[in-house]
């Protein structure tokens, strides 16, 4: 079992942990569990109940959807220091997105009842908390909108008349 | 020139023999300008006739001209290839004698310094630099040179300010000119109709004081040192960028450099034989007929000749680069951890007298540059070549992308091979219309043209077989300015078929890697696909390069990143330290990217995107590639976003 103070020191060696304050990392970090992962490992379930959100400290996780006749297919990928498992926060609280271990690492969980309940009671906390998870969910809409424009698309012949 | 009113005579031109009696008195001899042989040399001067009136010279690198007819002033011609240590120094003395007696016995007899009394008039402020330098030299440390010391005492120095420059001239970047403000005994400043004299010591207090001339006004006064300050201005500051320069040099001892400057170099020894500080000599021995008298004398060498580092068995020194970096981090470098002082005092001379034209502000330069200041943007000119035109033979054809394919051509011409990376060649092919492609790599006898069937004549390229010969002309544009990423970071950004221009950067980066920062390499494709050099990108990684590959579109096979390539790059701070970006792909991802690397922290002087547009010419005649006030093909491809401003990414242009 890792100590509350060495996870809230890592998660603060995070992007998304360097944007909260100390003492509010130390609280999330008090209900919170270290998790390793494998690659292939699943780590939420589209369409099941998202019961934690999470972190990456190490490794890189793949954000999966399942297309009918196409299988599951990987629409990003997660970086160390960037969040997952939004949807723990989000009503319905259910995954959009199967997510698994792509490369293996570790990352810091958060069961999603304590951190519902922990936000509920704590105002301050939850005022530095999602701004932080808005910026890396824009942050993801951005890239979305960017992978739409198609940017390695070839131009198409333009007919002026 | 620093002179108050007070202290200053003012000599009309008709009365300058006056000053020249004056010197000559007690059996000094003047020595000054004169002409001869088409050059200005350093000769006796009895009167005013045989300084040299009415001339001026025009200097450049390798190139030295008088030309007649400019009015009456006497010291417009600069510096001429003498420089004083002809007199402090000479070419050669004799130093001691050795006599054999006739029973066996030897004698061994030092020869004294017998200095001639000599007035130098018409001594520069470099010059009067390098007087000083020789003589912490030769005077300065635990041992003097005898001669040396005696022949500097027994002259007096008649300074002449600069009132005209030559484009070899750079005091001004080395601190020693060209205003005269030591060691001088006098010192002249020339107007239309007469000098300024000022005194710089005792003796020249007592020659002022006997002067017939009146006391200089203060219109006079001005207008002397008004000159000078023009002076300065033509010559500007920014020829060697001095400051720093001791330690940029000694980290470039590995520079490749000092081959390519090598292969220039004739090891000729006129740089070092003009040079107002070289101090190098050798013990020569003239002996007479029967072998009795010997006299040791001290000669004038170089580290250019092949002998100077020579022992038995071996030379020490036995290239050509190994010499020219020798003189080079000596007068520049290792001078300062010797004398206290650069051994250069910018008077140009090195450069006029190579007759090869090496300049050594541009070997500096090229060697050593300083370190951009953040927010300067130096001008980039256009393009200075308009290519060559060569047919080249198809050797071998590699696939890419399902239709991309690397082409590997033998030029006729190696000029080809020598290209910047990020410069393009125009491709030829009878019968079809020609299109510009950028090298995506300079072999040793093969250029590298990775070609994207986009068209006819690029269908038709990737379908020529081995054997074929295809026009090409280049290189053209301007590439990718590497000397700006030294000691800095350095991120590649490249989509897609956008690597293929980059890649010769990344080989000039990797030939030189010590001399850069990290380096990421941040590469985007459509699909795992889409992507070129596959093979080498794992190569890169393992020599040095953060290599982070992204794929808008994964497949079933894919293991490695999904999304777009700016988050390779969004969650970055590059404030930390100062870096450099180099972004290649489609217009859309240059867009994208360039914005996250400005938001990351480097500035838009240092993001450089390399543009696509139609081309014909390639030389920015046709008018194709225009872009508000740039023609893509001279003025680029490769800009950096400070130049392009707001003409980036502006829809129509």
């Known amino acids: 079992m890792t100590d509350t103070t060495s996870l809230a020191g890592r998660l603060a060696g995070t992007w998304f942990g360097s944007g909260l304050a100390a003492q509010d990392r130390q609280r999330l ?14 780590l939420l379930r589209e369409g099941a109940a998202c019961d934690t959100l999470g972190v990456v400290f190490t490794g890189l996780l793949g954000v999966q959807v399942q297309v009918p006749g196409r299988g599951p297919t990987t629409l ?81 012949e333009v007919v002026p008349w | 020139m620093v002179i108050a009113a007070a202290e200053a005579t003012f000599l009309p031109r008709e009365r300058f023999d006056a000053l020249l009696d004056l010197l000559r008195e007690g059996g000094r ?92 008039l018409g001594v520069r402020a470099c010059e009067i ?67 300024v004299i000022a005194s710089g010591s005792a003796v020249g207090d007592r020659l002022v004081a006997r002067l017939p001339g009146p006391r200089a006004t203060a219109a006079q006064v001005g207008a002397a040192s008004a000159a000078v300050a023009a002076t300065r201005a033509a010559i500007g500051d920014d020829a060697v960028a001095n400051e720093g320069l001791r330690d940029r040099l000694m980290d470039k001892l590995d520079s490749p450099r ?25 013990s020569t021995l003239r002996s007479d007929l029967d072998g009795t008298v010997n006299v040791a004398q001290r000669e004038w060498d170089s580290c250019f000749s092949t002998s100077f580092a020579r022992v038995a068995g071996g030379n020490f020194r036995p290239a050509r680069s190994d010499r020219y970096r020798q003189w080079l981090t000596h007068k520049f470098a290792t001078w300062y951890d010797q004398f206290g002082t650069s051994g250069c005092v910018g008077c140009g001379r090195c450069v006029t007298w190579c007759p090869v034209g090496i300049d050594v502000r541009e070997e500096l330069a090229a060697i050593a540059p300083p370190a951009m200041p953040v927010g300067r943007v130096p001008p980039r000119p256009a393009a200075a070549t308009t290519g060559r035109f060569d047919v080249a033979t198809l050797r071998a054809v590699g696939p890419e992308t399902a239709d991309t394919k690397t082409l590997r051509l033998v030029p006729g011409d190696p000029a080809l091979l020598g290209g910047i990376p990020g410069q393009f060649v125009m491709v030829e092919q009878p019968g079809l219309p020609a299109f510009p492609i950028s090298a995506s790599r300079y072999g040793e006898t093969e250029l590298f043209l990775t070609v994207r069937a986009a068209g006819p004549a690029s269908a038709a390229l990737l379908a020529s077989p081995l054997g074929s010969e295809i026009g090409l002309r280049g290189p053209l544009g301007r590439g990718w300015p590497i000397d700006r990423a030294l000691g800095r970071d350095v991120v590649i950004a490249a989509g897609g078929i956008g690597l293929a221009p980059l ?28 992507r070129l050099f596959v093979s080498e990108l794992d190569a890169w990684a393992g020599r ?19 999304g777009v390539v700016t988050s390779l790059l969004d969650q970055r701070d590059f404030s930390r330290r100062p870096s450099v970006a180099f972004v290649c792909g489609p217009e859309a991802m240059m867009q994208a990217t360039t914005r996250v690397l400005r938001d990351g922290g480097i500035p838009e002087e240092r993001i450089f995107v390399s543009l696509e547009r139609h081309m014909e010419c390639g030389i920015g005649l046709c008018g194709h590639c225009q872009m508000g006030p740039f023609f893509i093909c001279r003025d680029g491809p490769v800009f950096s976003l400070a130049e392009l401003g707001d003409f980036f990414g502006r829809q129509g242009l």
């Open chain 2, 503 to 530: 890649r010769p950067l990344v080989d000039g980066l990797l030939a030189d890697r010590d001399r850069f920062g990290e380096i990421l390499l941040a590469y985007g494709a459509r699909t795992p696909g889409d």
């Open chain 2, 129 to 195: 630099a390098a007087l000083g330098i020789q003589d912490r030299v030769l005077t300065g440390g635990t041992f003097v040179d005898e001669d040396y010391r005696s022949r500097r005492e027994a002259a007096i120095v008649v300074a002449v300010a600069c009132t005209r420059a030559v484009s070899t001239c750079f005091c001004t970047s080395m601190g020693t000119g060209p205003e005269v403000r030591e060691g001088h005994d006098l010192v002249l400043t020339e107007l239309d109709d007469g000098f």
């Open chain 1, 76 to 156: 990003l990928t997660i970086e160390p220091g960037d969040v997952y498992g939004w949807s723990a926060l989000v009503p319905p609280y259910r995954s959009t997105s199967t997510v698994l271990g792509v490369a293996p690492g570790e990352v810091i969980t958060f069961a999603a009842d304590e951190l519902r309940a922990l936000l509920r009671e704590d105002d301050p906390l939850a005022a530095t908390l999602y701004p932080r998870l808005l910026q890396s969910m824009g942050r993801r809409l951005t890239a979305t909108r960017l992978q739409l424009l198609d940017l390695y698309a070839r131009e198409r």
């Open chain 2, 258 to 282: 000092w081959a390519e400057v090598a292969d220039r170099c004739l090891s000729c020894a006129n740089c070092t034989m003009v040079c107002p500080t070289c101090f190098c000599t050798s």
């Open chain 2, 544 to 562: 040095g390069i953060e290599v982070a590959q992204i794929v808008d579109r994964s497949d079933p096979g894919w293991v490695g990143r999904v």
């Open chain 1, 29 to 42: 970090a008090a209900g919170a569990s270290l998790r390793p992962f494998v690659i292939g490992e699943e």
């Open chain 2, 29 to 120: 001899t003047v020595i000054g300008p004169t002409v001869r042989d088409g050059a200005v040399v350093l000769g006796e001067i009895t009167t005013a006739q045989d300084l040299p009136g009415g001339w001026q010279d025009e200097q450049g690198p390798g190139r030295y001209r008088l030309t007649p007819g400019h009015g009456p002033r006497l010291f417009d011609v600069v510096n001429g290839p003498q420089s004083w240590k002809q007199h402090t120094f000479p070419p050669r003395i004799p130093v001691a004698t050795a006599r054999r007696d006739g029973d066996g016995g030897a004698t061994f007899a030092p020869i004294a310094p017998d200095p001639p009394r000599l007035a130098f």
